[in-house]
């Protein structure tokens, strides 16, 4: 159940900071949102309607923390900074008395149990792990069914791109095998501390009601997007070559797939790719 929370302001953030004598480091991409109203545009462009299960990644000093407590049912945050840890208790102790929250101590790209199964991802994502914790948490939470993430806003951009856009890459197919997803707007330099040095926006997705296929396939799929863009200024038959055996071989599954072999991997979306891999395992 939703919980009337005092949110943070950059007074309070530093405050708190301070008295943890913590620094925010490049090393994990730690950059705290300072802003309340920001912070109730970020919960809002994420439409909860109240019932969900949120899991938060790298939570910090808990100011998105508390603007979801504010809305979600429940609100799980997984933080793998011990000092940051035991404040974040303290501060939702403090400043939502009674909220239905749990915290993990944990790194993010090794957590595979929640005590809870999260329906909604709703973070600010350290720059530096942004895709990889993205796709992990798509890979071993399947309950997961919408999310909003805040990112650099080239990755965003990467995320949501479509075929034939300049920047749609392994990370916009791999994303597009678990969800639908789009830019949600962007958030302005000054209101995070430090101040970072790159823009940064919004995507919001929501997964797939039916399933492309199961992990032998997905896994088969993801191979050959990674050989595709590996090599993304080769045609298909170039590129996937040694994925496939040989550039022969390659053409001969490219052609049962339906998929020109003078195409490239950026024109492609992720159906083409599953046809791709799918075309394999027939012939293997």
């Not at 991409?29 to 949120?54: C, H, M, W, Y």
């Amino acid at each position: 159940m939703a919980t009337e929370a005092q949110l943070l302001g950059g007074v309070d953030i530093r405050e708190l900071a301070a008295r943890l004598d913590v620094v925010p480091t490049k090393k994990l991409g730690q950059n705290f949102v300072t802003d309340p109203n920001t912070i109730r545009r970020i919960v809002a462009a994420a439409k909860l309607n109240g019932s969900e299960t949120v899991v938060e990644i790298g939570p910090g000093l808990g100011s998105l923390t508390l603007g979801l407590i504010e809305v979600a049912n429940k609100v799980i945050a997984v933080e793998i900074d011990p000092k940051m840890a035991v404040a974040l208790e303290a501060t939702i102790a403090k400043r939502a008395p009674g909220a239905n929250f749990s915290l993990i101590h944990q790194d993010a790209l090794r957590v595979t149990d929640l005590g809870d199964s999260p329906s909604a991802l709703v973070a600010n994502l350290p720059y530096n792990i942004s895709v990889p914790v993205l796709l992990h948490f798509l890979e071993v939470f399947p309950s997961l069914q919408t999310g909003l993430v805040l990112v650099q806003a080239e990755v965003a951009h990467r995320l949501a791109a479509k075929p034939g856009n300049k920047v749609y890459g392994v990370p916009s197919v791999k994303l597009a095998w678990y969800a639908d997803s789009a830019l949600a707007g962007n958030v302005g330099r000054n209101i995070f501390w430090p101040v970072p040095n790159v823009d940064s926006a919004l995507v919001y997705f929501a997964k797939r009601q039916i399933a492309l296929g199961d992990e032998t396939l997905r896994l088969a799929t993801f191979a050959a997007v990674d050989a595709a863009f590996g090599q993304r200024r080769k045609t298909l038959r170039q590129a996937l070559a040694e994925w496939a055996g040989s550039a022969a071989a390659a053409e001969l599954i490219l052609v049962a797939a339906g998929v020109e072999p003078q195409a490239r991997g950026e024109q492609l979306d992720v159906h083409q790719f599953v046809r791709i891999a799918q075309a394999k395992m027939a012939a293997s």
